[in-house]
């Protein structure tokens, strides 16, 4: 429709130059002469016509204009609507190329997948079959450890039986090493009393061999000369007026000892210098005494027992020489473990040491737990060495010394050198 209203547009719009073209000759005569017109009644007759097929041409001529100008609006619209839909493509051909770039490399990879999956089921294959042996061998291992642990069962069934044996076998023997222990008390009493009648006896023979040769008379043919008395009871009991060094006196129940004076009334039971003597010993050894009496030592739980329930003692404790505590001091005897008695402190002063916070506890040597806790908990198993040890496992003056020869334990006070001394007491217990 659109190319017949183009065509008559085309037709009117010559006819309309062609009649502009004859008015702008000077007269419509020439015109006329240019045209060759039949005749002039119809030439007459021809404007008319021609007015109105004018009128009529140039109404067509307005509405062929009007619509094309709507035609150029629509294809103007028509235009930028196919250039947006040109664009829009171009974006999704771009799109869809670099899309098809991605499906080619997932492609690839797809194909490298595949390629590595073949790998893998083949090595998992290997895998399997290796999984199968090994599940045979682990039957078999299962079945031979069943078997062992049959024979296992039947010898630890063996080996607890001969425990029970050896744990009724323990005990009987635990009751005869108690009535042993007791029986070697009682035996260390009669040995210590039969060695102070040994060196009486000897002292006797010296003083009737000298008696016989005094002015060639016999020691039975002398009258009126005093009887000697028995080395027991010649000898001090104590430290009291005796000068510094070691000296034998009488302890009670007839037994003569060496000790160690001070000079000033003392009797030194235990002193620490250097280390020279290892202090973490048996329980037998702490009973009857060790070391050196020029060195290190310890005097002996029994002896101490004897000396302190004879009389009332005080115990005074040195730190590096100089004086720190001082306390009323008791002990009990074999058959108590040696009880430490309510220890009282005879100046008042604070036990800032702490070396007797465990009144009222019984002696404890690493072979021998006579302390509140299990064996675990010993203080004498951690390298604490004998003493009234409860469950602190605090500072004793029998602590082994330290790489910095220091006693444990006693970093706070960098303590090197100890010494516990005794004396009779006028204040009591």
């Known amino acids: 429709?659109?190319?017949?209203?183009?065509?008559?547009?085309?037709?009117?719009?010559?006819?309309?130059?062609?009649?502009?073209?004859?008015?702008?000759?000077?007269?419509?005569?020439?015109?006329?002469?240019?045209?060759?017109?039949?005749n002039e009644d119809k030439l007459l007759k021809e404007p008319e016509q021609k007015e109105n097929s004018l009128s009529i041409i140039l109404s067509e001529i307005q509405k062929i204009q009007s619509?094309?100008?709507?035609?150029?609006?629509?294809?103007?619209?028509?235009?930028?609507?196919?250039?947006?839909?040109?664009?829009e493509l171009e974006n999704k051909l771009r799109l869809l190329k670099m899309q098809v770039k991605e499906v080619n490399k997932a492609n690839e990879q797809l194909i490298d997948y595949e390629n590595q999956n073949t790998a893998l089921n083949a090595t998992i294959n290997i895998k399997n079959e290796e999984i199968s042996k090994l599940e045979k061998q682990i039957n078999e291992n299962y079945n031979e450890r069943m078997e062992t642990e049959k024979e296992h069962n039947s010898k630890i069934s063996d080996l607890t039986n001969r425990l029970d044996e050896c744990q009724r076998e323990l005990e009987e023997k635990s009751e005869l090493s108690e009535r042993l222990y007791n029986c070697e008390t009682k035996n260390n009493d009669v040995s210590y009393k039969l060695t102070d009648t040994e060196e009486y006896l000897e002292y006797t023979k010296s003083k009737l061999r000298e008696c016989k040769t005094t002015n060639g008379k016999n020691y039975t043919e002398t009258e009126n000369e005093e009887t000697p008395k028995p080395l027991a009871e010649s000898l001090p009991s104590f430290c009291l007026n005796l000068t510094a060094g070691i000296h034998k006196i009488q302890i009670p129940k007839g037994r003569v000892s060496d000790v160690v004076c001070d000079g000033d009334g003392w009797?030194?039971?235990?002193?620490?210098?250097?280390?020279?003597?290892?202090?973490?010993?048996?329980?037998?050894?702490?009973?009857?005494?060790?070391?050196?009496?020029?060195?290190?030592?310890?005097?002996?739980?029994?002896k101490l027992h004897l000396v302190t329930s004879s009389a009332p003692h005080r115990l005074r404790i040195l730190i590096d020489g100089q004086g720190a505590s001082s306390y009323n001091f008791r002990i009990g005897g074999a058959g108590e473990m040696y009880k430490l008695y309510k220890i009282r402190n005879y100046t008042d002063d604070?036990?800032?040491?702490?070396?007797?916070?465990?009144?009222?506890?019984?002696?404890?040597?690493?072979?021998?737990?006579?302390?509140?806790?299990?064996?675990?908990?010993?203080?004498?198993?951690?390298?604490y060495g004998g003493w009234w040890h409860s469950n602190y496992c605090g500072l004793n003056p029998n602590s082994q010394y330290d790489d910095l020869n220091r006693l444990v334990d006693s970093d706070r006070y960098g303590i090197h050198q100890i010494t516990m001394m005794i004396r009779p007491s006028t204040n009591g217990y």
Request: net charge negative; aromatic share 16%.
């Open 350 to 383: 604070a036990d800032k040491y702490l070396f007797f916070n465990n009144d009222e506890e019984k002696f404890t040597t690493y072979d021998r737990n006579n302390g509140p806790g299990y064996d675990d908990r010993n203080c004498a198993n951690y390298g």
């Open 1 to 38: 429709m659109i190319t017949q209203k183009c065509r008559k547009f085309f037709a009117v719009f010559f006819i309309v130059v062609q009649i502009c073209t004859v008015s702008s000759q000077s007269t419509v005569d020439d015109f006329i002469s240019t045209t060759n017109l039949p």
């Open 67 to 87: 619509n094309t100008a709507n035609i150029e609006l629509k294809l103007k619209k028509n235009d930028e609507i196919i250039a947006r839909q040109n664009a």
């Open 267 to 302: 009797m030194i039971i235990q002193r620490r210098i250097n280390g020279n003597v290892d202090f973490n010993r048996y329980w037998q050894e702490y009973e009857d005494g060790f070391g050196d009496l020029n060195d290190e030592f310890w005097f002996g739980l029994h």
